[in-house]
């Protein structure tokens, strides 16, 4: 199973822009820009969107860990910070950091501790953080006409 996100970015890092379209099509051409990721100007940036997949992706783990544990949850509600740094010359995602409460009915803090780094560790984003990423650049020499 694949799936896919597309984004088009024209111009240079300051004054270009971008847009980002997702294959489900909850996100559509979606703007982005420098601004929204390096300045304090509200729009779409990849960290907030990197944020969202792994707080998705670690509440639905952490949901079907809980129940193989016996125990099903009330409510999970998960936030990412993603810590966003300029490193010397170069900006760096740091660290996440991953704030979840969680409404687990009969189950022992110790458990729901548990079960939550267990989940943590399984949820495919953040393998995906740990991945081999691969790479194809095609040199085009103008756009290519979608149909």
């Keep these: 199973m694949n799936r896919r996100a597309c984004v088009v970015w024209s111009g ?13 099509g909850v996100l559509r051409d979606v703007p982005y ?4 990721r390096f300045a304090d100007e509200l729009g779409m ?15 639905m783990a952490f949901s079907d860990n809980l129940k193989r544990n016996g125990f099903i949850p009330k409510r999970l509600q ?34 729901v501790q548990r079960i939550a780094l267990e989940s943590k560790e399984v949820c495919p984003v953040s393998r995906a953080l740990k991945t081999v990423v691969t790479l194809k650049v095609t040199h085009l020499q103008e756009p290519r006409v979608s149909a």
């Design 45 to 59: 940036n990849p960290e907030e969107l990197l944020g969202a997949a792994f707080a998705s992706c670690f509440s």
């Design 33 to 36: 820009r420098f601004a929204a």
């Design 12 to 24: 240079d890092l300051q004054h270009g822009a971008g847009q980002v379209t997702t294959e489900s």
């Design 78 to 111: 998960t936030v990412a910070t993603v810590s966003f740094e300029k490193e010397r010359a170069d900006w760096s995602i740091v660290r996440i950091h991953l704030d979840c409460d969680a409404i687990v009915p009969f189950a022992i803090e110790a458990d």
